[in-house]
């Protein structure tokens, strides 16, 4: 899942819009849900969208593929041999599948280990934590450090306190609850936030809303400026049991972490294609990441992701139907803790970015499907004004036009909507350039409770609405790809 990782701001503000929207923080404008209706697009594509829409029913090839990555294949974190054993499958699935110039494009990625972890309050009371470092994060020393903690429930309750304060102490932060949006930034920049004060470690309440004692990972992001402290998150019910606790009195905490970076390691982007018919160097790409945290199994994020546009690409030529432009399917690496791979692929398109007609990519888990994201050109920040189509210049409009045009066709199985915001943290580096952004978007029900735990697991993953995320994949994908006009994007990178 797209999240604020240590490369890069644009991506974490990218993470904090999108997260902010989709979860309800506080002052955050509605989402805007705008319903489709048939126009000449529906007309000209009815029969190929139902042919899709009823192959779909009974499409297997993508769950079938994703049982095995979860199963036999497993959690996947980039520098690991499991990730590169899931790009080799990937390659092989794809040339199977029948797709044209599949390739493994090289990418250079980090490689942080965990290693053995612990934490465990130790005073008033002795009870060991439910806790799960950080990604990236740096190591204690090999003894632990053991240290009062002082609860922190906000930044700005942070920014209030004295170096004093903090100095030699783990800040534990909760926030509460207030969506993955809001709450993740206390993953990706408390820790250096309060390693500015002085702290010597962080605790952070996990980002969902489930209390089930699990924690969840994910990625920090170092302020190069301040030292690296340790930092892990904790379950819901500990970070509560510790401000309990710190109203009463002094509370100590031992964390013991070996987690550390090893040598960059060499992985790879896996890419298929369907080659366009009359504008083969037009390209609409479509994919998710294929590594995944090193807990779980990588089902929902992002597994489901990788496989459902991968079903939504080979469905597409299993029908015999030929795009004017070329389907690029690509299965990025280092989404959780890098990036690498959305960069490398930026690079590769180069001077050609204009020929990237559209970038979709799956990262949201496979719930049920409300509809289509798109775009990137409204704030979605706290107290930001709502979405207001009409502000919007005039070739936005008419690409918000055509997608309702394009979601009508997705009535059959109920996600014929388009949603403001749309993108992921692997094609920012293009719809930076102006490439138009979109991503499907789901309800959303339990994405947050699995992703970056032990519990994303292929259970997880319901196999009826899975197909119905890549029915609407595939149908959107294609009429993207043989349309006569092409959306508008917006050069994010050229506004900075």
């Known amino acids: 899942m797209r999240g604020i990782a240590a490369f890069g701001v644009g991506a974490a503000l990218l993470f904090v819009q999108t997260g902010l929207a989709q979860m309800g923080a506080p002052d955050t404008p509605p989402p805007v849900s705008m319903q489709a209706f048939a ?196 379950s819901v019910e500990d970070a509560l049991m510790i401000e309990r606790l710190c109203k009463e009195g002094p509370v100590k905490v031992h964390l013991q972490m070996d987690a550390h970076m090893e040598p960059e390691v060499k992985a790879g982007n896996v890419i298929g294609e369907i080659v366009g018919s009359e504008h083969p160097e037009q390209v609409v790409v479509i994919g998710g990441h294929i590594d995944s945290w090193d807990v779980g199994q990588g089902a929902q994020d992002d597994g489901s992701g990788i496989m459902g546009a991968f079903q939504a690409v080979t469905l597409i030529h299993k029908l015999g139907l030929k795009p004017k432009r070329t389907i690029r399917l690509v299965f990025w690496v280092n989404e959780e803790n890098g990036g690498a791979g959305g960069v490398a692929y930026r690079k590769m398109v180069g001077e050609k970015i204009k020929d990237q007609v559209a970038a979709i990519e799956m990262d949201e888990g496979a719930e049920k499907p409300l509809g289509m994201g798109y775009g990137g050109f409204e704030s979605m920040m706290p107290g930001a004004a709502p979405f207001d189509l009409n502000k919007l210049p005039p070739d936005q409009q008419q690409s918000y036009a055509a997608l309702q045009d394009i979601a009508s066709l997705l009535g059959p199985i109920g996600a014929d909507r388009v949603l403001p915001g749309g993108g992921g943290s692997d094609i920012e580096p293009l719809t930076d350039d102006g490439v138009p952004a979109l991503a499907p978007r789901t309800d959303d029900q339990h994405y947050f409770d699995w992703h970056h735990t032990d519990a994303d697991t292929l259970d997880k993953v319901d196999p009826k609405e899975f197909r119905k995320n890549a029915a609407m994949l595939a149908v959107v994908t294609y009429v993207l790809a043989d349309m006569d006009g092409r959306l508008a994007g917006k050069n994010a990178a050229a506004a900075k």
Not at 59 to 66: I, M, N, S, T
Not at 128 to 151: D, N, Q, R, W
Not at 205 to 213: E, I, K, N, P
Request: net charge positive; with cysteine; proline share 7%.
């Open 39 to 234: 126009g000449p697009l529906a007309a000209k594509y009815r029969v190929d969208a139902d042919r899709i829409l009823k192959a779909s029913e009974t499409e297997d090839d993508g769950y079938v593929a994703l049982t095995y990555l979860c199963d036999h294949i497993g959690k996947r974190l980039s520098g690991s041999p499991q990730l590169n054993t899931a790009v080799e499958w990937g390659a092989e699935l794809m040339r199977k599948a029948g797709l044209q110039n599949v390739t493994v494009q090289p990418v250079m990625v980090p490689h942080w280990v965990r290693g053995s972890e612990s934490g465990a309050i130790v005073a008033p009371v002795t009870k060991p934590l439910h806790m799960l470092g950080l990604g990236m994060s740096v190591g204690t020393p090999k003894e632990g450090i053991t240290a009062e903690v002082v609860f922190v429930p906000s930044f700005a309750a942070l920014d209030a306190m004295s170096a004093e304060q903090v100095k030699g102490k783990i800040v534990v932060f909760n926030p509460g609850w207030h969506g993955y949006g809001f709450n993740v930034m206390y993953r990706g920049l408390g820790p250096s936030k309060a390693a500015a004060k002085g702290a010597v470690g962080v605790l952070v309440r996990s980002a969902t809303g489930l209390a089930m004692q699990t924690p969840h990972t994910g990625a920090l992001r170092y302020d190069e400026k301040v030292p690296k402290i340790p930092a892990a998150a904790i």
